[in-house]
């Protein structure tokens, strides 16, 4: 699935867009940082409540195409700004961990 369709489909804000042709074929959820590196893969969605510039770093060196930050947490103005220089897009719903990565799910269902 297209970046631009889930961007689109999910019941979330938009805070920074990225490459609208990128590839998502799957999702990981995590706040566990060190999780996040050994186990997420280059196209992935990262679903996660770390709202903070290390959650961006991460998600560049795993190849993670976009973060949702989840129960509506506050985005510093760093962590959006290293989202931009790293490609990345950044979402923010209100929804929990759990609604969010079942939501994810069905979208990403073939």
């Known amino acids: 699935m297209k970046l631009t369709e889930i961007a689109t489909t999910g ?3 938009t ?3 990225a490459s609208a042709d990128a590839d998502v074929n799957r999702a ?3 706040d566990l940082l060190s999780d996040v ?3 997420a893969h280059d196209s992935d969605i ?3 409540i770390q709202a903070h510039n290390n959650t961006v770093a991460v998600a560049s060196l795993a190849g993670v195409q976009a973060i949702v930050i989840c129960n ?3 985005v510093p103005g ?3 700004a290293s989202a931009q220089k790293e490609n990345i897009a950044l979402f923010r719903t209100k929804a929990n ?3 969010t990565s079942c939501m994810v799910g069905k979208m990403l269902e073939v």
Do not use: C, G, K, V
């Open 46 to 48: 990262l679903i996660t």
């Open 97 to 99: 961990q759990f609604e």
């Open 15 to 17: 805070l920074q867009n």
């Open 72 to 74: 509506d947490r506050p």
């Open 28 to 30: 990981y959820t995590s």
């Open 11 to 13: 019941n979330w804000e």
């Open 37 to 39: 590196m050994a186990h």
């Open 78 to 80: 760093d962590m959006l």
